[in-house]
């Protein structure tokens, strides 16, 4: 009595979790869709819509207790005969896209063959392949009466169908393989999306609760389980919007530089630390100067990668450190009238890396203004030195000033 109650149970688990797969799946398609995208669940098959012009019907297979795609799996053959019949029926409309999605990284030669069957003489070959596998050689397909009955009554339908109905299903089949975590895959397009890394988690439960309450809302009433790209994308960004700290701030992808990495900087005796050196800077400026710059490198190449900036923005803002240097400069010029050059250039590098300027609208990490001016200043566009540029454009300049 207790195994039977512990096999229900873990039967009613699994169902469970099949269901939970459709609807990981249902949301993975909604993240990848285009404007006036549909997306639904449980009317042309498990998970279906229109997208990017055309429309899928996807069957959805957990693999949690077995290899669904493998030749003689029953689920494999149920759901190309379930296909045919409903391109048979009318059903599943001309044109539509099939897709067969097992959440785990099974292999199955026969799915797999049938996936990559491109042209329709690929498809031809392939199902010639198969019938004599399964069936035998024709016309005595001595083999047919061997397949088990379980199995035979879809093969039969597939197998038996005609060549050229066949064949388009075939066309316009794919095979997606997961990799055991469904849940994921849908972190990891989250995340190929411009929002803080730390916030994927949340944008998922809040995106996941909010499937789940509006599919549950369609049925209650009567209605298709149809979400368009529309409505979802709004609900998305209201979603980033509430718990995204980066549409205000652009969250730093930097770490500090290895010890190794700081060496190479002074080996190569990069301009932005020869402005230093002209200037009498301390050791623990010239240490901050390759920290900053070198994690300010950093943060630009992510957030220009990621989307987060666009590449625009950081001319624009380099404009904008180029200006507030200036401004700088003329105060300075006042304050130090009469003071060493080597003075100057310390106050005016002071009042620059105190500075905070906004990259795109958005406050950047501490790290990122001060490693952006020593940019402009490797490429000489700014200096400390009131002299600076003539004195690192002669050769042995640093040797001369000092």
């Not at 053959?77 to 029926?89: E, I, P, V």
């Not at 080996?267 to 402005?275: P, V």
């Not at 943060?299 to 950081?314: C, F, N």
């Amino acid at each position: 009595m207790a195994r039977k109650s512990q096999d229900g149970a873990n039967g009613a688990l699994g169902q469970f979790y099949g269901y939970g797969i459709q609807e990981a799946r249902f949301l993975h398609h909604l993240l990848r869709s285009r404007p006036g995208d549909t997306v639904a669940l449980e009317c042309l098959d498990d998970v279906s819509g229109g997208q990017n012009g055309s429309k899928f019907a996807e069957q959805v297979k957990s693999g949690l207790a077995h290899n669904p795609i493998s030749d003689r799996s029953v689920d494999l053959w149920k759901t190309l005969a379930n296909w045919l019949n409903g391109r048979r029926s009318g059903k599943i409309p001309a044109g539509t896209q099939f897709v067969l999605y097992v959440a785990q990284p099974y292999q199955g030669k026969i799915a797999q063959q049938l996936s990559d069957s491109v042209t329709r003489q690929d498809a031809h070959a392939a199902i010639a392949a198969i019938r004599k596998e399964f069936w035998g050689d024709a016309p005595n397909f001595d083999k047919r009466a061997s397949v088990p009955e379980t199995l035979a009554k879809h093969v039969d339908i597939v197998l038996s169908a005609r060549e050229n109905a066949l064949v388009d299903i075939i066309q316009a089949f794919t095979l997606e393989q997961g990799i055991g975590a469904p849940y994921d895959e849908i972190r990891q397009e989250i995340a190929c999306a411009p929002v803080g890394a730390e916030n994927v988690e949340q944008i998922l439960h809040q995106l996941t609760g909010w499937i789940r309450t509006t599919v549950f809302d369609r049925i209650e009433k009567r209605n298709p389980a149809v979400v368009s790209r529309d409505e979802f994308h709004e609900e998305y960004l209201a979603v980033v919007r509430k718990v995204d700290r980066s549409d205000t701030t652009l969250p730093s992808r930097a770490t500090p530089p290895t010890p190794e990495a700081v060496q190479a900087e002074f080996l190569l005796e990069q301009m932005y630390l020869r402005q230093l050196h002209i200037i009498g800077a301390e050791q623990d400026v010239l240490y901050d100067a390759i920290n900053t710059f070198l994690m300010a490198a950093t943060d630009r190449t992510e957030w220009a990668k990621r989307g987060y900036i666009h590449r625009d923005s950081l001319v624009e803002y380099e404009a904008a450190l180029k200006r507030a240097w200036t401004a700088k400069k003329m105060a300075v010029k006042v304050q130090m009238r009469g003071k060493p050059p080597e003075d100057f250039g310390a106050v005016l590098l002071a009042s620059c890396l105190e500075a905070s300027v906004p990259l795109q609208g958005k406050t950047v990490s501490t790290h990122f203004t001060p490693g952006s001016f020593h940019k402009l200043a490797n490429a000489l566009t700014i200096g400390w030195h009131p002299d600076f540029a003539t004195l690192l454009e002669r050769p042995g300049g640093i040797a001369d000033a000092a």
